[in-house]
T-cell receptor
């Protein structure tokens, strides 16, 4: 049973518009959440994170929102750029911290 | 980029043969991890290390062993490779528990 799920395998967005990637989790012990971006033939690159004591974290064009009651987080990219085209993984860890549980990924395509 | 080198980058081998993948870091980070990536599953943790000679199992450890004799090197061994172990393997490092920084992966095909 997957504890972290990304229900949209792919998303297509026009350049300049907002991209919203979603992630749901089931384990209430998760208290730290991360987003990674992955280009083909490369390893995942850390993008942004959020602790469960916050509901929003912003870094430039990237904002992560956390809704603990719904066990849902989302990544907003505004404005989207063609270079953002990649696979995005959400990941979660509990207070032990060492083990990351990943979602299955969402492939984002930003069209010029 | 975090100083992580995985070798080999690609390998094709036959069922039943032993395989060792190497992860080398130049960051002197305490934690090292091995993940496998399969379609629809994201990345799943195989084993991790929290110091020299200190390792623990992850979610999908069956059929894999690891060793860490030096801070900079973390080896993943498939004692007798099976076709179900065909995957892309990623090494990651971190100083604290998170975030983890990943190498560029090893594509392993077992025929």
């Amino acid at each position: 049973d997957q504890q972290v799920k990304q229900n949209s395998p792919s998303l297509s967005v026009q350049e300049g518009r907002i991209s919203i990637l979603n992630c749901d989790y089931t384990n209430s012990m998760f208290d730290y959440f991360l987003w990674y971006k992955k280009y083909p033939a490369e390893g995942p690159t850390f993008l942004i994170s959020i602790s469960s004591i916050k509901d929003k974290n912003e870094d430039g064009r990237f904002t992560v929102f956390l809704n603990k009651s719904a066990k849902h987080l989302s990544l907003h990219i505004v404005p989207s750029q063609p270079g953002d085209s990649a696979v995005y993984f959400c990941a979660a860890s509990d207070n032990a911290g060492n083990m990351l549980t990943f979602g299955g990924g969402t492939r984002l395509m930003v069209k010029p | 980029d975090a100083g992580i080198t995985q070798s080999p980058r690609h390998k094709v081998t036959e069922t039943g043969t032993p395989v060792t993948l190497r992860c080398h870091q130049t960051e002197n980070h305490r934690y090292m991890y091995w993940y496998r990536q399969d379609p629809g599953h994201g990345l799943r943790l195989i084993h991790y290390s929290y110091g020299v000679k200190d390792t623990d199992k992850g979610e999908v450890s069956d059929g894999y062993s690891v060793s860490r004799s030096k801070t900079e090197d973390f080896l993943l061994t498939l004692e007798s490779a099976t076709s179900s172990q065909t995957s892309v393997y990623f090494c990651a490092i971190s100083e604290g528990a998170v975030p983890q920084h990943f190498g560029d992966g090893t594509r392993l095909s077992i025929l």
